[in-house]
């Protein structure tokens, strides 16, 4: 933060560098001020917040001929998830005078359990963030944000059809002029339903285009589903997070995936549990695509993004791999420690930013001039790169 008068600087400070957090995790820090100049204040206090919010907004028309209107109408729901407020320094009421220097005010704050993993989007979030503010008597206060991820453990090895294979199949015919055409048909199948990012999804597909239309590509799309429920409405939008796609299909001709592979990127688990205010899953969908008006031949399969991965997988990565016994440790400095948190048997992950990238985050009456520290913040999530592993 700038020079501002008296103030020279006002910063929160996460001792987890990476300000990555589980729930029922403690978070410890400090909030740091520096002063040229004595200042009166009533005191240094510090918030904890977590909440979900959906908002969007729609046209609608009413009346018709010169008495029809169009109205913008908004759509909302909030969760409170905890808000809990520290006075760090001073009486709170009344005023006292802190001195010129450099002061640092320690906190911890445990986290509850339950929590629902950190999410960004222009329609909804959960977010968590800490505000502390210098709070002034009749004056403006001095006020910095810091935002942090939580990250809401869903095992597979905990979800029932996350090791089974899944398989779909699909065909239609397609109209060339007047004539019905001979049929597109697909069978897309894959090894297993949970996957966490990092992990690779190796795709199947034999695609059979009995018709007499080239086919201008094949792709798979590994498709998020958001749905966001406001009050009175809900909401759905579709975003691909990664794809793949191979070339043309000639007329009678034919195509097969054999093992093709696709990462999983950083991405939000499944069902986002906890939050009942915005909810996701994944779909990984083959799409055919036909020359010509005509729509896509689609063969969708759900699948299921985790955070903590398939034993059996940790075991095909690395075969000489045995559980331990004893709670993993950090697989790096400023790294959450995964005890009590991560299954002891299973690896530590790294952390990678969300795919989507940063957005703003200064959406409330509080985000002004005065308020410093984060203006966007990106979500970060478990990532397992089994290439870098400790267990290589």
């Known amino acids: 933060m700038g020079k501002l008068g008296k103030l020279v600087a006002f910063d929160i400070i996460l001792n987890n560098k990476l300000a990555v957090y589980f729930a029922g995790q403690h978070i410890d820090g400090s909030v740091s001020v520096e002063l040229n100049e004595a200042m009166k204040m009533r005191g240094v206090k510090l918030e904890f917040t977590g909440s979900a919010r959906v908002h969007w907004t729609e046209q609608h028309s009413t009346g018709s001929g010169k008495t029809r209107r169009t109205e913008t109408r908004h759509y909302s729901a909030t969760e409170r998830y905890f808000n809990f407020e520290f006075l760090l320094f001073g009486p709170g009421t009344g005023s006292t005078l802190l001195q010129p220097g450099h002061h640092t005010f320690p906190f911890t704050y445990t986290l509850p359990l339950n929590l629902p993993s950190s999410y960004e989007s222009g329609i909804g979030n959960v977010r968590y963030q800490l505000k502390a503010k210098i709070d002034k008597p009749w004056k403006f206060d001095h006020k ?3 935002m942090f991820t939580v990250i809401s453990m869903l095992d597979l090895n905990q979800q029932p059809s996350a090791a089974a294979a899944v398989q779909g199949q699909n065909s239609k015919n397609l109209c060339c002029l007047c004539c019905k055409s001979g049929p597109i048909s697909a069978v897309f199948h894959i090894d297993r339903a949970g996957y966490v990012p990092g992990d690779t999804i190796y795709l199947n597909a034999e695609i059979s285009n009995n018709s007499s239309r080239r086919m201008c590509a094949s792709r798979v799309k590994l498709i ?3 749905s966001y429920h406001a009050t009175t409405k809900s909401r759905t939008v579709f975003n691909c997070v990664a794809s793949l796609s191979r070339g043309e299909i000639p007329p009678h001709g034919s195509d097969v995936w054999s093992g093709d ?9 499944s069902y986002l549990v906890g939050c009942s205010i915005i909810d996701i899953r994944y779909i990984l969908q083959l799409e055919v695509d036909p020359s010509g008006p005509a729509f896509d031949l689609e063969v969708p399969l759900e699948v299921i993004i985790g955070t903590i991965p398939l034993r059996q997988v940790v075991q095909r990565y690395y075969p000489q791999w045995q559980p331990s016994t004893q709670p993993l440790q950090p697989s790096a400095p400023g790294m959450p420690s995964p005890a009590g948190v991560i299954p002891p048997d299973m690896p530590p992950p790294s952390y990678a930013e969300c795919v989507f990238g ?8 509080d985000d002004n001039e005065h308020m410093g520290g984060d203006k966007d913040f990106a979500p970060s999530y ?11």
């Open 144 to 146: 910095t944000k810091r």
């Open 261 to 269: 592979p696709m990462t999983v990127p950083a991405i939000p688990p």
């Open 358 to 365: 940063k957005v703003a985050v200064g959406d409330d009456e």
């Open 224 to 226: 998020m589903v958001t």
């Open 382 to 392: 478990a990532y397992y790169d089994w290439s870098k592993s400790a267990f290589k």
